[in-house]
């Protein structure tokens, strides 16, 4: 692929990731969370997913130290699938020392992906800075946007924000249901965390569903085969 | 111990960022072997659904049916028919919003 289609993807991707960043700004600051802590999370934490966990507990939960002890442990387990992109892309980059902490920083769902899909290994590392750095300006400055306009807007359930919390979970869990054990553990976990919620403390059932996952994942129940 | 919101953000950064950095260390065997790597991706799903779960049908801890579930299923169809995720989110809002503003 030439320099400029590799370039424009990675530009696409950041814009359409940049969009739902606003989403994450407004539900952060009516999560409760003021406009830099949301900022820090974008620039720091850098992982949409883990940022919506870390930030749906805090909204479901306070700012209790349990709430926020189940906020941190929900985002570090969601970040787990970063751990193996950075797997594929350590080949791609061939960076040593302390020239891996930058692309750390940048190895996310659509940096990974865009990379992945170049045929040779020139195309894929830009691939890999091109839209890890796109991504990472659009998403930062969207957050700042959202995080704005959810402050100026008062009651979240007036304008269903809350639904919009749920949803943006939906929406991230859609492309992950592949099969019947993926569409079991999902449908186990929500029921496991509903039931669960009136007796633990806030933020731990979702521990709890994420040992569902492991137990089925260690035994492969439901299971297709092993590659 | 006492757990303040500003710790948890830079703890759970440095959390989130050590999986990208360690994936850039450790030997890609340790990693690629088919349990681990299905555990994790269970893992994924499992997080999230349980955060589905609580952010759409709970309040104050108590199991809850509202404008969250029309909104919800709004949702899922748009997700169907492959709308893009501001969407989805922003059409999931607007049915939730507009039938709190009827139903008062």
């Known amino acids: 692929m030439a320099k400029s289609a590799v370039l424009s993807t990675s530009i696409g991707v950041g814009l359409a990731t940049g969009l739902y960043g606003v989403s994450f700004g407004a539900l952060s600051v009516s999560a409760g969370l003021d406009v830099w802590q949301t900022q820090v999370l974008s620039l720091l934490m850098f992982s949409g997913g883990s940022q919506f966990a870390f930030i749906g507990i805090i909204a479901a939960s306070g700012m209790g130290s349990v709430a926020v002890g189940a906020a941190v442990v929900s985002a570090w387990l969601l970040g787990i699938r970063n751990g193996f992109y950075a797997v594929r892309m350590a080949p791609i980059l061939e960076r040593v020392g302390l020239q891996k902490i930058l692309p750390a920083l940048l190895t996310i769902d659509e940096s990974t992906a865009v990379a992945t899909a170049q045929s040779d290994k020139r195309d894929q590392r830009k691939g890999f800075w091109f839209t890890g750095l796109a991504v990472f300006v659009f998403w930062n400055l969207a957050t700042l946007l959202g995080a704005f306009l959810g402050d100026a807007i008062g009651d979240p359930a007036t304008w269903g924000l809350d639904a919009a919390a749920a949803a943006a979970f939906l929406g991230l869990i859609w492309p992950r249901l592949k099969e019947g054990q993926s569409l079991a553990v999902a449908a186990l976990s929500m029921v496991v965390a509903v039931i669960l919620t009136p007796s633990l403390p806030a933020g731990v059932p979702v521990l709890v569903a994420g040992a569902v996952a492991i137990l089925f994942g260690t035994f492969n129940w439901l299971a297709v085969k092993d590659k | ?104």
């Open chain 2, 1 to 104: 111990m006492i757990l303040d919101i500003w710790t948890g953000i830079l703890l759970a950064s440095i959390a989130v960022y050590s999986w990208k950095l360690i994936g850039f260390l450790v030997p890609s065997s340790v990693l690629n072997r088919p349990v681990v790597s299905r555990s994790a991706a269970l893992l994924t799903v499992a997080l999230l659904s349980a955060l589905l779960g609580i952010q759409g049908f709970t309040a104050d801890s108590q199991f809850v049916l509202d404008a969250r579930m029309p909104a919800l299923a709004v949702g899922a169809v748009l997700l169907w028919m492959r709308a893009p995720f501001i969407v989805m989110v922003a059409a999931a809002a607007a049915t939730a919003a507009i039938i709190r503003l009827i139903v008062g």
